[in-house]
T-cell receptor, first 114, second 115 residues
Framework: AQSVTQLDSQVPVFEEAPVELRCNYS??????LFWYVQYPNQGLQLLLKYLSGSTLVKGINGFEAEFNKSQTSFHLRKPSVHISDTAEYFC????????????FGSGTRLLVRP | NAGVMQNPRHLVRRRGQEARLRCSPMKGHSHVYWYRQLPEEGLKFMVYLQKENIIDESGMPKERFSAEFPKEGPSILRIQQVVRGDSAAYFC?????????????FGPGTRLLVL
């Protein structure tokens, strides 16, 4: 069965420190990969996506992610975080042979401390 | 260009009542998806619709839940005879035609509380 795993439920980090949020997926078919951010009581905002091409993708707010097919991973990174990055981050996939529904991980809460 | 609109933003219902959630996709988008987020959990797919068609309803509970996306007007997610376990945030997303995998744009959600 297809699944998305975000092993870290919460990641505390100090302001201006680097951060990596981990995402692994399991699928028997090729996938498209996404990272979304959710601020409290709001909807989801697309950070970045991987559809094809270069495995390093850059998104909004200084975030980037690298697709590693052999490790079935799509980790999200930022070299220097801000207080305003405190939010819930969701990794998601779309199966290429499916109806385009997003399959989400359980989310990682990024907590940036001053 | 307005984003995905959902209303109401908050909805309180007593057990046994009906809940109707509305979603207006972004202009030019013909694909609509509904997701449910239970407290402290990720989002779970419910249903995928195009105008007047249900494409994939594999995530919909078999009873009490229905969805439609008519030719005119918003998409509606309807929950009949609500129970406390239906309390959740319901998100709608829309995507453009031809390449729906490019991105799904989410609305602000409707937070349903069943008393």
């Amino acid at each position: 069965a297809q699944s998305v795993t975000q092993l870290d439920s919460q990641v505390p980090v100090f302001e201006e420190a680097p951060v990596e949020l981990r995402c692994n997926y399991s699928s028997s078919v090729s996938v498209y990969l996404f990272w979304y951010v959710q601020y409290p009581n709001q909807g989801l905002q697309l950070l970045l996506k991987y559809l094809s091409g270069s495995t390093l993708v850059k998104g909004i707010n200084g975030f980037e992610a690298e697709f590693n097919k052999s490790q079935t991973s799509f980790h999200l990174r930022k070299p220097s975080v801000h207080i305003s990055d405190t939010a819930e981050y969701f990794c998601a996939v779309i199966l290429m042979d499916s109806s385009y529904k997003l399959i989400f991980g359980s989310g990682t809460r990024l907590l940036v401390r001053p | 260009n307005a984003g995905v609109m959902q209303n109401p933003r908050h909805l309180v219902r007593r057990r046994g009542q009906e809940a109707r959630l509305r979603c207006s996709p972004m202009k030019g988008h013909s694909h609509v998806y509904w997701y449910r987020q239970l407290p402290e959990e990720g989002l779970k797919f419910m249903v995928y619709l195009q105008k007047e068609n249900i494409i994939d309803e594999s995530g919909m509970p078999k009873e009490r839940f229905s969805a439609e996306f008519p030719k005119e007007g918003p998409s509606i997610l309807r929950i009949q005879q609500v129970v406390r376990g239906d309390s959740a945030a319901y998100f709608c997303a829309s995507s453009p035609p031809r390449r729906p995998e490019v991105a799904q744009y989410f609305g602000p959600g409707t937070r349903l509380l069943v008393l």
